[in-house]
């Protein structure tokens, strides 16, 4: 396959108060060097099915790094074909989550057109159709300015090119939603799908370890809130298709839970009083927190 094209990019993110650099011309790296590193990457995750919890007691915790010469160039060219597959990043991910999909004729079944997405972070269902611009997006699970910032920044474009388009880090989502989620953590975002959080953090989880990037302390609390109420959730591996929200009934509330057993299998456990869902009558101490 011809090689990537060459970049020379200067980076435009303003430096912080007490931030130093700037940011340096961004060459693309070859095809081989990118696949070693996902290569890499792969041979280091943890083994898919491995306890979240364990996995998250692995990584390092640490202050957030400046977000000093961070620029989406650093991370290599949008959507490369990494695996090599004659398909580029996005179709190859869009192709794995929807369901029912058509392709452009001539194309090989690359490029999507059309399918439908039972969507992990609004537990809605999104009809796609290429073009549209305002459905589906594909979600880099641990954003690219929060790995610039627990460890990427230390990085050769080549391993950064395999984080942006590693199938592990990917999932299609409602556009809307990901453009709530920007570059934030898990302290700072959830999914509204309160039966997904289990599954996104410990893919979070999975993606970090894989990369050998750290957790901050807040981020770190917060994986370890929502893992509390499904201490047995596994780590995913890069090519099983995302798991889906469970369905609500219709004309139930999507945050209403009868009893904190179906608090804790929506991984919403433990309440805090003024959380959707709260219930005076699963707070038996009176302390503020039902279902710990």
Same mark, same amino acid.
């Given at each position: ?113 059309? #399918? ?71 302290a700072t975002w959830l ?10 953090v410990a893919r979070q ?53 009868a009893d904190c057993a179906?608090?804790?299998?929506? #991984? ?25």
């Amino acid at each position: 396959m011809a090689a990537l094209a060459v970049l020379a990019v200067l980076g435009t993110a303003a430096c912080e108060p007490g931030q130093l650099g700037s940011v340096t011309p961004v060459a693309a790296p070859s095809t081989d060097a990118v696949s070693e590193a996902a290569e890499q990457a792969g041979a280091d995750a943890a083994p898919a099915g491995q306890s979240a919890v364990d996995v998250l007691a692995t990584l390092a915790v640490k202050g957030r790094a400046p977000k000093t010469g961070y620029d989406r160039d650093q991370f290599g060219p949008a959507w490369s074909d990494v695996d090599r597959n004659g398909c580029d990043t996005r179709n190859d991910v869009l192709a794995r989550d929807l369901t029912g999909e058509t392709f452009k004729p001539g194309t090989h079944d690359c490029v999507v057109v059309r #399918g439908t997405l039972a969507d992990p972070y609004t537990a809605t269902t999104i009809e796609f159709v290429k073009g549209d611009g305002s459905s589906v997006d594909i979600d880099h699970v641990v954003a690219l300015s929060d790995a610039w910032q627990t460890g990427a920044f230390r990085w050769d474009t080549a391993r950064r090119t395999a984080l942006a388009n590693d199938p592990l880090n990917l999932l299609a989502g409602d556009y809307s939603a990901n453009r709530q989620k920007g570059d934030g953590d898990a302290a700072t975002w959830l999914p509204d799908a309160r039966g997904y959080r289990c599954a996104y953090v410990a893919r979070q989880v999975a993606v970090k370890s894989a990369y050998g990037l750290w957790v901050t302390p807040a981020e770190h609390d917060a994986i370890a809130r929502v893992l509390d109420g499904c201490p047995g959730e596994p780590v995913p591996s890069s090519t099983a298709p995302q798991p889906q929200a469970p369905d609500v009934p219709a004309g139930t509330p999507p945050q209403a839970y009868a009893d904190c057993a179906a608090v804790r299998a929506a #991984g919403a456990a433990p309440l805090h009083r003024g959380d959707p869902g709260w219930s005076d009558g699963m707070d038996g101490d009176g302390d503020g927190v039902a279902c710990e």
